[in-house]
């Protein structure tokens, strides 16, 4: 929100502000209240992002021995918001997976598995996260 003091401008937001005097010199402020009031929540919400996200892919992702599976277990440091398939072969597999060639036992299974999972469950996810974090939904 911004708004004028006198002949000051102040920007503000729940992590600082900043103040434009005159000549154009500006100062910003940090909200020192604001990381022990948000971080645990903020940090929650990607704890929660990054589960989600591992959790709701398991069906998506090709499966033959559970190795490309289960590297995303290994490769991914929940709460960090990096979640990362670490088999050698996982790249080939997300671009260049036939998804023609379908498993019987998992038949969502084949390339691109996290944006497939997104367009499904990618609002669930965010109003999820939203709720966690002390959004208010859209």
């Known amino acids: ?21 005159p000549g154009g010199k500006a100062s910003l402020t940090w909200n020192t209240a604001f990381k022990p ?19 709701l892919c398991e069906p ?10 289960l590297s995303g277990t290994l490769g991914t440091e929940i709460g960090s918001g990096l979640v990362q ?5 996982a790249r080939y597999q997300y671009y260049m997976a036939n998804r023609k060639k379908v498993n019987q036992f ?3 299974a084949g390339s691109f598995w996290f944006q497939r999972m997104k367009e499904v ?15 208010e939904k859209k």
């Not at 998506?60 to 599976?69: A, D």
């Not at 398939?85 to 072969?89: D, E, F, G, K, L």
């Open 1 to 21: 929100m911004s708004k004028r003091i006198g002949k000051h401008i102040k920007i503000e937001t729940p992590r600082g502000w900043i103040t434009v005097g």
């Open 37 to 55: 009031k948000w971080h645990k929540q903020y940090s929650e919400a990607q704890i929660f992002v990054d589960s989600e996200v591992l959790r």
């Open 60 to 69: 998506y992702v090709p499966f033959e021995t559970g190795m490309l599976l």
């Open 85 to 89: 398939w670490i088999a050698p072969y």
């Open 106 to 108: 998992k038949p969502l």
């Open 121 to 135: 469950y990618g609002q669930s996810i965010i109003d999820g996260a939203r709720s966690i974090a002390g959004g």
